[in-house]
């Protein structure tokens, strides 16, 4: 059995995390003992684990949710595994996609201004004007 502290460190996930994660469901509600501390077991453990390298290949709560629910049912087809990978993966492109060009307009931002005096600054200028010139205010 361990603490949520145990937990904490053995998985590198802050305990008011494991808390939160408790609270959405994520993993399972620890025993408490006599003096009301929470006790997980391998279980918990293992479950946080999933919780944790699931979070850092940037996967919602929700898509985490699913493939937690699917990883209780070994026997099942892999399918809807598959199509959340392709989902997730798909969204990585397009953000990849975004800071694309994002690099470029900051680079043709930075390339249009050679002033020395931040009066006089492109770049600020180029900040400035850009909800006009897109008709957002």
Do not use: W
């Not at 904490?8 to 994660?21: A, D, F, L, N, Q």
């Not at 025993?31 to 850092?56: C, K, M, P, V, W």
Request: net charge negative.
């Amino acid at each position: 059995m361990f603490s949520i502290g145990d937990l904490s460190r053995r998985t590198g996930v802050k305990v008011p995390t494991i808390r939160y994660y408790e609270q959405m469901g994520l993993i399972a509600a620890a025993g408490r003992t006599e003096g009301n501390q929470r006790r997980y077991d391998r279980d918990g453990l293992e479950r946080l684990s999933f919780i944790r390298h699931a979070r850092d290949l940037g996967l919602s709560i929700e898509a985490i949710r699913e493939l937690a629910e699917l990883s209780a049912h070994p026997e099942e087809p892999c399918a809807d595994a598959h199509r959340i990978a392709r989902e997730h993966r798909a969204e990585i492109h397009a953000r990849i996609e975004r800071l694309r060009r994002l690099e470029a307009e900051l680079g043709r931002i930075e390339q249009m201004c050679d002033a020395d005096r931040v009066g006089e600054c492109r770049i600020i200028e180029a900040l400035a004007d850009h909800g006009l010139c897109s008709g957002e205010h």
